[in-house]
């Protein structure tokens, strides 16, 4: 029974940068695709990037192209999102969820989505 934990949100100013991290537990994320999401209260969730297995590969939202990063460690089990030049946005609950292109996709392994964590990017 695989897990997600997100972590590393927070209260930052525009322009300012944060990383955040999704580790896994109880399997190996290695075998999926990995992506996060973000949810505005009373708006639907949706995919702001998407990381292949074993990495090659990356897709991002228009909103967040050139301003943030997603990587992957295996040896950490864990995907993170390097998030720079932050604009004013929050605040929103991100996600970490398997990905196929830039849309969840759920196994029968891992399809609960976790609590996410807290980005309000703010004056």
């Known amino acids: 029974q695989l897990q997600l934990a997100e972590s590393g949100g927070g209260l930052v100013q525009p322009g300012g940068s944060l990383r955040l991290s999704c580790k896994g537990s109880g399997g190996s994320l290695e075998y999926y695709a990995i992506g996060w999401f973000r949810q505005t209260p009373g708006k639907e969730r949706e995919a702001v990037s998407c990381i292949s297995s074993p990495g090659g590969l990356r897709l991002y939202a228009d909103f967040v192209k050139g301003r943030f990063a997603i990587s992957r460690d295996d040896a950490e089990n864990t995907v993170y999102l390097q998030m720079n030049t932050l604009k004013p946005e929050g605040p929103d609950v991100y996600y970490c969820?398997?990905?196929?292109?830039?849309?969840?996709?759920?196994?029968?392994?891992?399809?609960?989505w976790g609590s996410g964590t807290l980005l309000n990017v703010s004056s």
């Open positions: 969820f398997p990905c196929e292109r830039l849309a969840p996709r759920p196994y029968p392994g891992l399809r609960d």
